[in-house]
């Protein structure tokens, strides 16, 4: 959606999506937006209670059957096994995306670890296309003025063009980009804390094809899964850059994360959103 400083100030009921990498400040913005008559939509959230519960349970019940206690519990249906998934606790998806490399440490098989990433890529399609009518639902039906769409850092590898007409169709997309301090820490960040990401699948293929000539490896199931993430997520952290930049171009307007922290209320957020827009995308 683009407009103008004016058409932005009188649009009644704004409706934005906050596009970057995870780590850059949309959740942050959004919790603080909630509470000022906002709707925050998550789409991870979306996606682990809407389109990825059943394999999210399946996965957890896996683990469970290995151990005998719990086995004969759930196949006697003494207990019941449920995702306690909140905007504010996305560990289970998390944890069902996985990582690639030796299951003796916690690694997934390459084809299981495919399997996953595209089931999430799906799911991730899902939930955005779910937008226009979650912004209806927050007026409608919950009485919130605004709608925030708190996207996935994954939203750039999707390839898919519907998807990202429809967010543009309903809503204003901002992206929000890492200064060079910024992209320093969350670099950082990754590599003292390794996370499951989401990763195109050639994109994937290309990156496994180096670590593996340069790591001496035949087999994905030799790698150290957490080696391998803090490895390859600065590649993927720059190879994400020009495609949110390419977004934001086309789609919509772009703010600093040095930007970002200065706006502490709905007003001043507002604002940054105003200066936005008249320097353009």
Known sequence: MKLTPEQFRRWPHKSITLLGMSGVGKTRLAV???RQNWFHFSGDYRIGTRYLDEPILDN???????????????????????NN???????????????LGNPEHGGLPLAEFKRRQNLHREAEIAAMRDVPEFIRKAQMVYGYRHFI??????LCELDDAKTLQTLAEHTLILYIQASEKDEQELIRRASADPKPLYYREEFLDQQLAIYMRDSKLEFTALFEP????????????????PRYASIAQQYGYSV??????????ETQFL???????????
């Open 32 to 34: 603080n937006l909630r």
């Open 60 to 82: 957890i019940k896996s683990q469970a059957m290995q151990i005998p206690f719990l086995r004969d519990l759930l196949r006697t249906d003494s207990i019941y096994i449920e």
């Open 85 to 99: 998934i909140t905007v504010d606790n996305l560990q289970p998806v998390s944890s069902f995306l996985g990582k």
């Open 149 to 154: 769409n708190d996207a996935g850092g994954s």
């Open 226 to 241: 957490d080696e391998f993430v803090r490895w390859i997520f600065p590649r993927l952290f720059y190879s994400r850059i």
């Open 256 to 265: 600093s994360t040095d930007e970002l922290w200065q706006a502490h209320d």
């Open 271 to 281: 604002q940054l959103i105003e200066t936005a827009l008249e320097r353009g995308p």
